[in-house]
């Protein structure tokens, strides 16, 4: 990732921060990734070789723009979902100033009825919004994805009753490898590696 973007994802950061820190509707609020959970996110998917990128929860673009700087000049692309209009048009700028809109195609509305009309394949799915609709969500994900794929969900630590039947799920499926890392606000990272 080269200085530019870093520089841009560090204002990003100082405004987020600012931001949430102001505002009192849960909402409005930007939730962006910790700095170092998203530094995990993007070397996961810089080092399995992404190419098919599912990210539910866009917010401003913050984690986008992680994501696409890491696959995208490989050839990677990206589908973010996102249902505020507000947030959805803050992500639309910040990717166009960083030249990476090219490798993101941006979704506005419900996710779980989006992820139901895509066609996928998917190698790797990043889960960063409602955690209580994920389980409904990876229902319609898991056919497809393409193994062996990165499945990943933040706020772990932060939100434990929120995403306990989305973790139930992921540590049912056969095939799959799981472990919890604590970075930032909990990261859990699934490798489904067949069907």
């Known amino acids: ?9 560090k204002q990003l950061e100082e405004h987020g921060q600012t931001h949430d820190a102001q505002e009192s509707e849960h909402s409005r609020k930007l939730l962006n990734l910790e700095p170092d959970t998203a530094e995990i996110v993007s070397i996961l998917a810089c080092s399995s070789r992404a190419k098919h990128v599912l990210e539910i929860g866009t917010s401003n673009g913050y984690s986008t723009i992680w994501l696409a700087a890491s696959v995208g000049p490989a050839g990677g692309r ?3 979902i996102e249902r505020s209009r507000v947030k959805w ?16 195609s941006l979704q506005l509305g419900d996710a779980t009825e989006i992820v139901k009309g895509l066609p996928g394949p998917f190698d790797f799915v990043f ?3 409602d955690r209580t609709s994920a389980p409904e969500q990876l229902i319609h994900i898991l056919p497809k994805l393409a193994p062996p794929a990165l499945i990943l969900a933040d706020n772990v630590f932060s ?7 989305y973790l139930a799920m992921v540590k049912s499926l056969e095939q ?6 604590p970075v930032g606000k909990g ?3 699934a490798l489904f590696a067949s069907r």
């Open 159 to 165: 939100h434990p009753t929120e995403i306990a039947d």
């Open 1 to 9: 990732m080269n200085k530019e973007i870093r520089s841009f994802l």
């Open 89 to 104: 048009t803050m992500a639309h700028d910040n990717l166009s100033q960083t030249g990476l809109l090219q490798f993101v």
């Open 187 to 189: 990261l859990s990272v």
């Open 176 to 181: 799959v490898e799981h472990v919890l890392i």
């Open 127 to 129: 889960f960063d919004a």
């Open 78 to 80: 990206i589908v973010s």
